[in-house]
């Protein structure tokens, strides 16, 4: 029994999930109809649905982030800006360019779609060649991006908001008519079934753990480290592509200026927050999917409750740390000492009153 | 070898941060000036303009041309270029004037540089679209000095009081207007409660206080409840955001929702829509929006937003008007204020009559939004 318990504890997913579970928690004791989920206007309506729908754009954004992270060690801080870019090339595409409002589609949807995908893998190439040929630091090669792409996202919108009112685009972010799920929650679990199930079925996973721990090393057994490393880039630069069309979805239009605004950050914290190291190698899928809905469970929370979205960042702040803290090693660490010591202690006064 | 490529690097990093630099400039004022998306009330305009063109024409008659120097912004957004259009058709040489115009391009230290240009050209008047609210001084009390009268509009100039007037819009009023509307429009309907959900726009910009105010002096004068304020950063995404996390806290007890933009309006409606709350005008919820840019109009006339405020960008003509009064000889106001219609989409009531900022009674008529007045709208 104490010791099913402790394989529980020593599982890497289980420091996420109790975060997750205990911002849930928080919600429990405050108002219990946080969990009501019912059906309403023939949709599932809810605030865990909330959480799951809202908090798809951070979850696929994770899913790219971690390969990133585990294989180089950095972070790709370009993800949010590129998410406007394939916004905007998508609209630009289905409007025409210098339109910015239409109801009648220039090319057909799917042709609008694949251009901003292509773009966001042109980006996704883009920075995987600069860190994996050249060794820029992703930090620095990801930069190019991260202030450019939102630029080009403007240019390619002729500086205005282009919408989109054409029902089927809204059916990304919203609803497919007759289902009551939001459709943002499928193409999440799309996005990360696929992505497991390349990571269980090939070594691939293996493959980006090794190059992530010691790249000379992967390279001397035979692997085409830098190859690896460019692939991860290319998954995270589509992977924001997907999400900026999700996001955009949702708003019918590429607002340019506002779309994945600050995502970068969330997706690293996603990261992060799953049990993540964030100097690469090892990595955990599953936990930063977690990571992701709690930010977003977070954020529903504060909401909930009525805190000011302005200060809501706080809020949210002063959650992380607690939970960065938990899962810090220094603070395992001591943790365990303390508990060593305890026992030391215990051992020597129950020797003393035996003797 | 790989040094000469960081550098390359570097170099191309440089060049493309400055040229997101460069583009992203505008869009980062272009915050205020969305919020102020208006309609070209092309009338009102052409008759002020035509009214003044007589004067002018006495003007032009005698010979005297008048110089005016005018400093813009720049043109990041729809609601500028309106502005800069105003301006430049209503100072033009059918009225008498010789228009010098500077596009800023949001760089106030090239703003500062024109005004000064001006003076040492010696125009006749300088019109300014502060970028910057401080840092003024000197420059207007070169202007001053030089006895050249400096107009201001839209943006507003803080750290010096030496021009003569000031041309804007009053978000206060804006806030004002929509509760003497919704005071109305709910005794007009007979509706005993007023249980009020806001979606404020970003939090600190001057659209932002002056609409809550305005509209909190109703809230507090009428007993109404304002049930909760939260902010939507004045983007579609965040009224929708907002008003989804409402519709679950305040399920069924909230009939009136208040967007400070159109743009948070779309959001809130689509939030509606998908909970399957009805809203509008013949729904169970008010929605007010300030703006009334051409894709709030086409909300209003399809029913889904009640009322909609308009916020004005077209300064030219009154900027004209008080050219024309200091040619005169008469003192002009330190303050105007834009005329903003009130959009609505029912024919019920004609006009309110309300007690603006300044504390004057004034009767305002109601525009009841047809596809006219869409089509007129930029």
Redesign the interface.
């Known amino acids: 029994m104490m010791g099913k318990a402790k394989t529980l504890t020593k599982n890497q997913l289980f420091l996420p999930f109790a975060m997750m579970m205990l911002v849930l928690l928080i919600n429990l004791v405050k108002s219990p109809d946080f969990f009501a989920i019912n059906i ?4 599932l ?3 865990i649905i ?1 959480i799951l729908n ?1 908090g798809s754009e951070i979850a696929i954004l994770a899913v790219g982030q971690t390969l990133v992270v585990a294989v180089s060690a950095g972070t790709d801080i370009s993800v949010g800006s590129v998410m406007s870019l394939t916004a905007c090339g998508t609209c630009m595409m289905l409007a025409g360019y210098g339109v910015n ?1 239409t109801t009648t589609l220039a090319v057909p949807l799917a042709v609008g779609i694949l251009f901003g995908l292509a773009l966001s893998m042109c980006c996704g190439a883009f920075n995987g060649f ?1 860190v994996s040929k ?3 630091q992703p930090m ?1 090669a990801t ?2 991006l991260f ?2 792409a ?2 080009i996202g ?2 390619l919108c002729n ?3 282009t ?1 989109i009112r054409y029902e089927p685009y809204k059916y990304f972010g ?2 497919i008519p007759g289902c009551p799920v939001p459709t943002a929650i499928f193409i999440t679990v799309i996005v990360v079934s696929i992505v497991m199930l390349f990571l269980k079925k090939t070594a691939m996973g293996l493959y980006i753990q090794s190059v992530g721990i010691n790249k000379r090393a992967a390279r001397i057994s035979g692997l085409s480290s830098s190859r690896i490393c460019f692939f991860c880039y290319l998954i995270c630069g589509l992977c924001a592509g997907i999400a900026g069309i999700v ?1 955009s979805s ?2 019918y ?1 590429a ?5 994945g605004l600050n995502y970068e950050l969330d997706s690293i914290l996603a990261v992060a927050l799953g049990g993540n190291s964030l100097g690469g190698g090892r990595f955990n899928m599953a936990g930063s999917i977690i990571g992701a809905y709690t930010i977003q469970a977070i954020t ?1 929370t504060l ?2 409750m ?1 805190v ?3 200060q809501a960042p706080v809020v949210k702040a002063v959650i992380v740390i607690l939970i960065v803290t938990a899962q810090a090693p220094a603070f395992k660490a001591y943790i365990s000492e303390r508990r060593a010591k305890k026992l030391v202690q215990e051992k020597i006064t129950q020797n003393k009153e035996a003797a | 070898m790989r040094k000469a490529l960081s550098i390359l690097l570097t170099a191309a990093m440089a060049t493309s941060m400055l040229a997101a630099c460069g583009s992203s400039t505008p869009t980062a004022t272009q915050a205020p000036a969305e919020t102020k998306a208006a309609e070209t009330q092309a009338t009102t305009a052409a008759e002020a303009v035509a009214e003044v063109t007589e004067a002018a024409k006495d003007a032009a008659a005698d010979g005297e041309t008048i110089t005016v120097g005018f400093a813009q912004v720049g043109h990041e957004s729809d609601w500028r270029t309106a502005s800069t259009n105003s301006v430049q058709s209503a100072l033009s040489k059918e009225n008498g004037i010789d228009l010098q115009f500077v596009d800023c391009d949001n760089d106030s230290a090239a703003q500062l540089e024109a005004v000064r240009n001006f003076i040492q050209q010696g125009v006749d008047y300088i019109v300014i679209d502060p970028i910057v609210s401080t840092g003024w001084d000197t420059v207007l009390t070169e202007a001053d000095d030089a006895g050249i009268p400096v107009i201001v509009i839209d943006r507003t100039i803080d750290d010096s009081d030496k021009y003569v007037s000031w041309v804007g819009s009053e978000f206060t009023n804006e806030g004002l207007a929509a509760g003497a509307w919704l005071k109305a429009y709910v005794a007009d309907k007979g509706i005993s409660e007023v249980n009020a959900l806001v979606i404020s726009g970003t939090t600190g910009s001057s659209a932002q206080i002056g609409r809550s105010d305005g509209f909190d002096k109703y809230v507090e004068a009428e007993k109404w409840n304002k049930i909760d304020e939260q902010t939507g950063d004045f983007t579609q995404e965040g009224g929708q955001k907002v008003m989804e996390s409402y519709l679950k806290s305040y399920n069924g007890q909230f009939n009136v929702v208040v967007c400070q933009n159109d743009n948070e309006a779309f959001g809130a409606i689509d939030a509606m829509k998908a909970a399957g709350v009805s809203y509008g005008v013949d729904g169970d919820v008010i929605v007010i929006s300030f703006d009334a840019c051409t894709a709030g109009l086409q909300k209003v006339l399809a029913g889904e937003i009640n009322a909609d405020f308009q916020c004005n960008p077209l300064q030219g003509p009154d900027c004209l008007n008080i050219i024309k009064k200091l040619e005169a000889g008469e003192t002009v106001d330190q303050k105007t204020f834009m005329a903003e219609p009130w959009y609505v989409a029912e024919d019920k009531l004609t006009d309110i009559t309300y007690t603006n900022n300044s504390g004057k009674e004034v009767t305002e008529p109601l525009v009841v939004v047809d596809q006219a007045v869409v089509d007129a709208a930029y």
């Open positions: 309403q206007n023939g949709v309506y809810g605030r909330d809202r409002s600069l050249l060794n820029i620095v930069l190019i202030t450019a939102r630029a403007l240019l500086n205005q908001i919408y919203n609803f996001a949702r708003i239009s607002d340019s200026n506002n779309i529903v909401l909930a009525g000011s979205t302005d």
